[in-house]
C-alpha cells in the first residue's frame, strides 16, 4: 500500500482507490440489497483528499461533532418554520409531474433579488416552455428566499430520518449483508487514518439512505414522475433519490455542478462496476463538455443501461455568453455603472475555493502589494456565505480599500467575469467558466496541475504560490490577454439536442406508464 507520506495530489488518491478496487472484490458487496461500494470509494476520496492534498480537515471534525449536531437539529426547524412562512406562495406542493428535481442546497444565485438554482432551474424552465409539468425539492438548511421558482424544503424530514436511522441501527440485531474480504479491507486502509469509515458507520448510512430513499419513493407514487434529475449526487440525499428512482423506475439524471474527469472519483476512474450497476448512481450523468463525458464513457460503456454520459452544455452558462439578453443587458449596465464610479484600470476577481476561508486570508498579502490601479474583487464560497461579514471585517483590519465583497458575492459570477481582466483562485473549478469568457486565472494551489490541465497547458491558467509570484503571473495574464482570446476557439455546446433527448424520454416514460 501507499504510504500516507506520499499522498501529496489527487491522484495519488486516486492510485490508492483504484488500488483497493484491484485487490478487493468491492463489486459484490452488499448491505439490505444495496452495493455500498459508492458510499466507501466516495468517502474515502474525500477524506484523503481533505486531509492529505488540501490539508483541511476541521470540515471533519465538525461535521462529525455531536454537539455541532445537535445545535444545527434545533438551527435548522427554526430556519424552516422561518422560511416557510416569509416565502409562503413559493411553498410548492407535492403534486403530479412529469419531472422531479432534487437540487444541492448550495448553489443558488440571487437574480433581481430572488435565488435561482443555477443548474435546476434553467431546466425547470425549459420544461415549463414546453408545457412538462415540474416540481423541485430542496435540502440542507440554508433556506435561500425570496425563492425564483417554487419548491419544497425538505431538510426537516432529512434531520428527522437521520436521528431515526441511529435508533434504528443501535437496536438492529441481524443484517442482510454479503461482505467477502470486507474485515481484511479495513486492515487495508487503517494505515491511511481513516477512522470514520467502519462497519457500524456504513449499516447506520445504509438504513439512512434507505429510509430517505423510501420517503422519495412515496413522493414519486403521489407525483408519478417519469424523470429525477439533481445536482451532485455523490451524498446520502443523493444516493437515497437514485436508488429510490432506480426502484420507482425512471432514470435519474446527475447535472454536471463543476469540474470532474478522471481524477473526481464521483465521475470518472471506476474499475469494478456491477453488471447492473450500482443502485446509489446515477442513470444518467448530464455533462457540460465532450472531456466530462469521454471519462465517464471509459467505465460506463460496459453497463451503458444503468449508466452513461450525455453532452448538453451548461445551459445557465450559456445564456451569459450572449449579448441580447435582457438580464444579460441589466447586470452589464449595472457593473460598468460600478466601475465607472471607481476608476480603476484593472479588475481582477478572487473566487473562494474553500467554505472555511482561509483562502482569503491567503491573498491578503497579495493584494496588499498589488498596483494601485488594481481593485480585487472577492467572492465568497456558495456553500459558507455566512462568512463574509468575517471577510470584510479582515479587509477592513488590514485597511485595503481596493476590494469590495457584496457585488462580487450576490452579482451572478458570470456577470462578473463579462467585466474581469484575471481571475484569482486557489482551486476554484470557476477556472473553467472563466475561460469560456475570455477571462485568464492563476491558481495557488499545486493540485492544479493535476485538476486544470487543458487551461494551463494552453495558457489560460498560470500557476503561482507566493505573494510575488502570484503579483507576476497576474501581470503576464494581463499582458497575454488579448492574444489569448484572439486564438481562442469558442465551442459553444448546444443544448438543444440533449434537450429534446430528456424530452422525448420523458414522454416515453409517460407513455409507458399510461399503458
Known sequence: MESKKHIKMTSDVVNIINDIEDK???DEWIIEKIHIWPLIRLSIFLTLTRTYVLNSDEYLKSRFSKMVKLLK??????????AYLIDYKKNSKFRQSKVIFLNDGVSFQKINNKWYSKFCDPFFDYFK??????????PLGEYFIPRYNPSIFIQPYIDYFRVKSSLISKSKKVWNEQLPEFLIFLDYINNLNISNITLQSIRKQVILISLIADFFKKIFIKVRPSLGMLVSYYGVVGFAFNLACRDFGIPSIDIQHGIQGDLHLAYG???????????????????????EAASIYKWSQKVSNWHKPIVGGNLFLNYWLSDN??????????????????????????????????????????????????????RIHPCNLKIRYDVKKLLRRNRLVNC????????????????????????SSSVIEAEIFGVPSVITNKCAVERFTSQIENGWAVLAYTTEDIIKAINYQLEKRCILKQNQKKVLISSKNALEFLTQLILKEGNQDDK
Not at 476512474?269 to 472531456?291: I, Q
Not at 452589464?332 to 473562494?352: G, M, V, W
Open 129 to 138: 416552455s414546453k408545457n412538462i409539468s415540474s416540481i423541485m425539492m430542496t
Open 24 to 26: 478487493f472484490p468491492v
Open 269 to 291: 476512474s471506476w474499475n469494478k462496476v456491477p453488471e447492473t450497476g450500482y443502485e446509489l448512481l446515477p442513470t444518467l450523468f448530464w455533462c457540460w463538455s465532450e472531456n
Open 325 to 378: 439578453s435582457y438580464l444579460v443587458k441589466c447586470y452589464d449596465k449595472k457593473i460598468e455603472a460600478f466601475k465607472n464610479s471607481l476608476k480603476y484600470s484593472r479588475y481582477i476577481i478572487f473566487t473562494q475555493s474553500h467554505p472555511q476561508g482561509k483562502d482569503v486570508e491567503n491573498i491578503i498579502p497579495v493584494i496588499k502589494n498589488s498596483p494601485s490601479c488594481w481593485f480585487w474583487l472577492i
Open 404 to 427: 469590495e465583497v457584496d457585488i462580487a458575492t450576490d452579482y451572478p459570477l458570470y456577470a462578473l467575469f463579462r467585466h474581469s481582466d484575471v481571475h484569482v483562485t486557489e482551486i
Open 73 to 82: 437539529l434545533f438551527e435548522n426547524i427554526i430556519r424552516y418554520s422561518f
